[in-house]
């Protein structure tokens, strides 16, 4: 098992910045890929991000590229989303997600789910 605890949501403006963690515990946190997924009111969880086990390789979203950095620091056993210049369309609850495999986009490819995180972009 990997429990997943997501932190950093909040309000911000637009054109504001927020860096959300999510920090892992129970296995060993670099046999993981990881992944960001965010859901809107009303819409169907969407992939933003997805990270390998080193993080040498990554992949966004088209909407949040050039916006959106993914990182992950495996000595703390944390994935990181730095998310700048966000707009009203970004709010969501993010949640991250862990599984074997990188780089899916699917949701139900990722065997591991946070509970989330509110982001709240006012415009």
């Known amino acids: 098992q990997v429990q997943l605890v997501e932190s950093g949501g909040g309000l911000v403006q637009a054109g504001g910045s927020l860096r959300l963690s999510c920090a892992a515990s129970g296995r060993t946190f670099s046999n993981y890929a990881m992944g960001w997924f965010r859901q809107a009111p009303g819409k169907e969880r969407e992939f933003v991000s997805a990270i390998n086990w080193s993080g040498g390789r990554t992949r966004y979203t088209d909407p949040v590229k050039g916006r959106f950095t993914i990182s992950r620091d495996n000595a703390k056993n944390t994935v990181y989303l730095q998310m700048n210049s966000l707009k009203p369309e970004d709010t969501a609850v993010y949640y991250c997600?862990?599984?074997?495999?990188?780089?899916?986009?699917?949701?139900?490819?990722?065997?591991?789910w946070g509970q989330g995180t509110q982001v709240t972009v006012s415009s």
């Open positions: 997600a862990a599984d074997e495999v990188y780089g899916s986009r699917l949701r139900q490819e990722y065997e591991y």
